[in-house]
Structures are given as structure tokens and as C-alpha cells.
């Protein structure tokens, strides 16, 4: 896999502003990956990145790596700018089979205690 760059709050100045309609559809990457063991060749958000996604109303982050952080990450930056605004993120997205449309994404979690994150059950509803 070839290395990609982080996003920085330059590159993601151009992009339109998110509507629910811009949501990435997804579906769920069944292989399990363990818990923010992110390859060190993942693209990966900075914490302006985070920021400036919240500022133009970004409702939901979806990525296809283990985590939206960079490997180095140790305090998790990014999932504090996300989560702490109130944006979900999404991690380990298999967008392969996907076409090229409007969906609506429906992320059914399931419901453990004790616990700060879960699997879910990802479901695409064409619009």
C-alpha cells in the first residue's frame, strides 16, 4: 500500500461543506482489526483537519483504516475533537462494493456496558 499523506486543514479547506446527502456509504470491514493498531502507511487526519470538518457541520466520520489518527497518535487527538463535538466516527469501512450514489447510512451499534465504542451493523438505504 503506498503511503498516503494526513489531511491537514489546507487540503480539506476546498471541500464543499458536509449535508447528511455527502455522508460516505459504507458497509462494515468484517475482519476485525485490533484496537488503534494503525499501519504506519494509513492516511490519517490532524487535529485542524477534525477541527474544520466540525466547523463546516461534518455529522459523521467514516474511514477505511483502523482508526482516523496517525500511527504516533498516543493521546488520540483527533477522536477528542471528533467525539468532544458531538461526531461519530465510523472506523474500519469496506467501501469496495459500493456504487458511486446517494445513500442513507444507518450504523446499528451494539449495546455493551462498560464499553466506549462498539461494533455496528452497517446498513445502506439508496436514496
Do not use: K
Not at 464543499?16 to 487526519?45: E, G, H, K, M, V
Not at 488520540?76 to 447510512?105: C, M, R, S
Amino acid at each position: 500500500m503506498a503511503s498516503n499523506p494526513a489531511w491537514n486543514s489546507e487540503s480539506a479547506a476546498s471541500a464543499p461543506p458536509a449535508s447528511a446527502a455527502s455522508i460516505c456509504p459504507a458497509s462494515i470491514n468484517d475482519a476485525a482489526t485490533p484496537r488503534f493498531s494503525a499501519p504506519a502507511a494509513q492516511a490519517a487526519l490532524t487535529p485542524n483537519a477534525a477541527r474544520l470538518l466540525v466547523a463546516r457541520g461534518v455529522r459523521l466520520v467514516g474511514t477505511d483504516t483502523p482508526s482516523p489518527e496517525s500511527a504516533d497518535a498516543a493521546d488520540l487527538p483527533v477522536h477528542h475533537v471528533l467525539l468532544g463535538a458531538g461526531v461519530p466516527i465510523v472506523e474500519n469501512l469496506l467501501l469496495d462494493d459500493v456504487a458511486a450514489g446517494a445513500y442513507e447510512l444507518i450504523a446499528l451499534p451494539l449495546r455493551l456496558t462498560e464499553a466506549d465504542a462498539s461494533p455496528v451493523r452497517a446498513v445502506l438505504v439508496e436514496r
